[in-house]
């Protein structure tokens, strides 16, 4: 069993947060990741897997249970069956940006736009990582997954997994627990071979961007250069010389609120429509059905609106520090709570308590977190 001596979270961690766990084990392989899980729930240990510790909020008190870290690497192309298709498996552990690096090389398109997002590839689904309207639920196939408690991973398809806005039933929602405890080994996309031709871009969130009109053709390689030089200016790409990094990207996640609520919050607030389920279907038990089939009723879709333009709006600008606190916001982006150097996992909660209330008393809404949260109460 690769135990390894326990290194302080903060040290693993893009908030730098955490102390030192009872124990930590480094899976290099998918079997070693296996065996390792298999041993804690043997053990009957508190568990947490660690990718690369980018949507992690973890708090001072040393974690008293197991921490596996997730090291596996590799990529492997597979058959598609569908014409100018590939599928690419890949171990959890590998790198997302080495990765999406790896398929823009090779002429891959489906995920370029979601270039520079820090982390592993396992991590992505937990939360359906997106960016400029791309999301990995687009191109997921499925997943090699281990429930806790079995005795080996099994595929798992990606419309089993709950795939929605910065959510799966793995996730391990603040207030709430994940739906389904288990741990990725692999994930198997399947992306469109495009090579390196120029071609009109898709999505008009996209575009606005990257500033191109519609109609306008560049390659793969072109979106995932602009797209990281403009996570870049926001302080979206890991940085250690930039403390505006040092952050969990963005610490709340937009609010989904109903149409209605929409319409008391001042007009100039960026929203935008949550899409309405297109194929909705109810089910009528055939001892209940009598020949007709009721009307589907269609409600008003919910809305997204900007946390960071509320958060704004609420008097808490750019740079924002409480008296004497070594947390703050980013000086780039008004979501990301950022460890201006040292700072404790208790002085980023008083930060994040404090715009949540300012927030709450000036638009009446709950701000959620998007991290996840361990051993921190906000
Ligand atoms: C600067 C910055 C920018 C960011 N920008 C974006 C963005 O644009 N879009 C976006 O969606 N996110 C963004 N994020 C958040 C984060 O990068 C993603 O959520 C990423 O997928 C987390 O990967 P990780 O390996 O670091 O996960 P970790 O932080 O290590 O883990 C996160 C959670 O997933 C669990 N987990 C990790 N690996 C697995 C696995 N193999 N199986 C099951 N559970 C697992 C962990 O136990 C934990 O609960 C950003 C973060 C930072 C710091």
């Not at 997954?145 to 929605?164: T, Y």
């Not at 053709?217 to 890991?238: F, N, P």
């Not at 709340?252 to 929203?271: E, Y």
């Amino acid at each position: 069993m690769p135990e390894v001596t326990p290194l302080p979270l903060k040290q693993l961690t893009t908030l730098r947060t955490g102390g030192v766990p009872a124990r930590m084990v480094d899976a290099h392989t998918a079997d070693e990741l296996v065996g390792a899980l298999q041993d804690v729930w043997a053990r009957g240990d508190d568990w947490f897997v660690l990718g690369g510790g980018s949507n992690l909020f973890v708090g001072d008190e040393p974690f008293d249970g197991t921490v596996i870290r997730i090291l596996t690497t590799g990529i492997e192309t597979l058959a598609s069956p569908h014409p100018g298709h590939v599928r690419v498996r890949v171990q959890a552990g590998h790198n997302w940006d080495d990765f999406v690096a790896w398929t823009v090389a090779s002429g891959l398109a489906g995920i370029e736009a979601m270039s520079g997002i820090p982390g592993t590839v396992g991590a992505a689904p937990v939360q359906n990582v997106g960016a400029y309207g791309q999301e990995i639920v687009q191109t997921l196939v499925e997943v090699e997954l281990i429930d806790e408690g079995d005795d080996r991973a099994r595929p798992v398809p990606a419309a089993d997994l709950g795939l929605g806005f910065r959510t799966s039933v793995l996730k391990h929602h603040y207030g709430d627990i994940a739906t389904r405890r288990a741990v990725i080994v692999s994930v198997t996309l399947e992306l469109e071979m495009v090579g390196p031709a120029e071609r009109v871009v898709q999505g008009q969130q996209l575009r606005s961007a990257l500033g191109l009109d519609a109609g306008d053709a560049v390659s793969i390689q072109w979106i995932r250069d602009h797209v990281r030089a403009t996570r870049a200016r926001k302080g979206m790409v890991l940085d250690d010389t930039d403390p505006d990094t040092y952050s969990a990207g963005s610490f709340f996640q937009n609010a989904v609120v109903s149409a209605a609520f929409a319409r008391t919050l001042p007009a100039d607030c960026p929203r935008w429509p949550v899409a309405p389920d297109p194929n909705p279907v109810r089910v009528i038990p055939l001892d209940e059905f009598d020949g007709t089939v009721p009307p589907i009723v269609t409600s008003e879709p919910d809305v997204k609106v900007s946390s960071g333009w509320l958060i704004e709006q609420a008097g808490i600008r750019k740079g924002f520090h409480l008296p004497r606190s070594r947390a703050g916001l980013s000086t780039k982006h008004a979501l990301a709570l950022t460890n201006r150097g040292d700072a404790t996992a208790g002085e980023l909660s008083e930060l994040a308590r404090y715009i949540r209330g300012r927030v709450s008393a000036e638009f009446g809404l709950e701000l959620h977190p998007e991290p996840v949260l361990i051993g921190v109460d906000l």
